[in-house]
């Protein structure tokens, strides 16, 4: 079930529309990433899910797809991140919602998890659509855009992996762009419901309220 604390959110902002600047599009390598030391992907549980299948109805191909995403390690870091996703029209209304789990020791690791579950959703469910994708990341989109450098092993195969991902679009079809923390709570809170909210993962630290 989803949160109280989620269902609040949505229809708080589901309708709003967050200012949206272009970026250029980065280009792919390929990787196969393998999941974060200590932990096996068959140990991850099948969180995953779409808390949010209304119909579509057929739209033009030229419209944006705006796409929220956000990933958190938890606390404390468990190797476990939450992964969090919304998808927007391009009048900004709310058509799809997600939230799933990832290998992640760290928030970089954590966010790159999300831009990548992100990415291949989109290619499933909405192909031949543009997209813009924004993230609270600024390191993550720099780096992607070439701006900063990838130093970390982890952090690389991450970062090929998406480049590869992106590189599958077509020319001037995807653009990936940061946004301030305070626009990306919906997808902040769904990354937070994938490991069980705030509340449970407090509970676990022995934090007390």
């Known amino acids: 079930m989803v949160s109280r604390f989620v269902r609040a959110l949505l229809h708080r902002f589901g309708d709003c529309r967050p200012d949206i600047q272009s970026a250029p599009d980065p280009v792919a390598a390929p990787v196969t990433t393998p999941p974060a030391a200590g932990v096996s992907r068959n140990e991850l549980p099948d969180r995953s899910r779409d808390l949010s299948r209304p119909r579509i109805q057929s739209v033009r191909l030229t419209e ?37 789990r990832a290998p992640a020791r760290t928030s970089q690791e954590a966010e790159y998890q999300a831009l990548i579950a992100a990415l291949r959703l989109i290619r499933r469910d909405f192909p031949n659509r543009r997209v813009r994708c924004l993230t609270d990341s ?9 701006v900063a450098a990838v130093r970390t092993e982890p952090i690389r195969l991450l970062y090929q992996t998406a480049r590869e991902l992106i590189d599958q679009f077509p020319p001037a079809t ?9 626009l990306n709570r919906l997808a902040d809170a769904l990354a937070w419901e994938a490991l069980g909210g705030r509340h449970a993962l407090l509970r676990q630290a022995g934090v007390r309220r």
């Open 138 to 146: 600024q390191l993550v989109v720099e780096q992607l855009n070439g």
């Open 64 to 100: 944006w797809l705006i796409v929220q995403i956000d990933g958190t390690p938890g606390f404390p870091a468990r190797g476990v991140a939450g992964l969090g996703m919304l998808v927007r029209n391009e009048r900004g209304a709310v058509i799809r919602v997600y939230c799933g």
């Open 174 to 182: 995807f653009e990936l762009v940061r946004i301030p923390r305070d």
